[in-house]
């Protein structure tokens, strides 16, 4: 039985969003300076850095989801 064009556009966008999380969060931790948008010297930095880790369990979920 052949699947749906909308099955394989899902499991498509899917796979898609599975990637690009995972993608977001090594950047994030192992070429932080690549991706974030604000510099080390910058007075906000500590609040930034503390906000963004606050979703990588989140982003998990999602990938899981996907």
Do not use: C, H
């Amino acid at each position: 039985m052949k699947r749906p064009r909308a099955i394989k556009v899902l499991i498509g966008l899917g796979i898609f969003a599975i990637i690009a999380v995972l993608l977001y969060w090594i950047t994030w931790y192992a070429a932080p300076d690549l991706i974030q948008s604000r510099s080390p010297s910058a007075p906000d930095y500590a609040i930034y850095v503390n906000f963004e880790q606050a979703f990588p369990l989140a982003d998990g979920w999602l990938a899981l989801s996907a």
